[in-house]
């Protein structure tokens, strides 16, 4: 089992940057693929990008492309995203997830407590 937190969220105007972090309990989070989602409110959870085991592989969703970068470090037991150029449509709780699986697609088993990350004009 794995527990996770995230930190990082905050108030930020648009344009600007913001960088997530979730760090891992236990010593197998390089098992882990893990992955960042949001929930806005009254909008169903979005998984934003996600991130394979050894790194190789990632996904990001469309609102997410060539603006965001997850990114992960196993020996701080961390994954990051990295998200610049923010507009106030990326205004959410973000959730840190991690699922022991290669595979970044399909359910998530663990999840992180959220993080708000607010955007203004």
């Known amino acids: 089992q794995v527990q996770l937190v995230e930190s990082g969220g905050g108030l930020v105007q648009a344009g600007g940057s913001l960088r997530l972090s979730c760090v891992a309990s236990?010593?197998?989070?390089?098992?882990?693929?893990m992955a960042w989602f949001r929930q806005a409110p009254g909008k169903e959870r979005e998984r934003v990008a996600a991130?394979?085991?050894?790194?190789?592989?990632?996904y990001y969703a469309d609102s997410a492309k060539g603006r965001f970068t997850i990114s992960r470090d196993d020996a701080k037991n961390t994954v990051y995203l990295q998200m610049n150029s923010l507009k106030p449509e990326d205004s959410a709780i973000y959730y840190c997830?991690?699922?022991?699986?290669?595979?970044?697609?399909?359910?998530?088993?663990?999840w992180g407590q959220g993080t708000q990350v607010t955007v203004f004009l």
């Open positions: 997830a991690a699922r022991q699986n290669t595979v970044v697609f399909g359910t998530y088993d663990y």
């Open positions: 991130i394979s085991r050894s790194g190789g592989v990632t």
């Open positions: 236990g010593r197998t989070f390089s098992s882990y693929s």
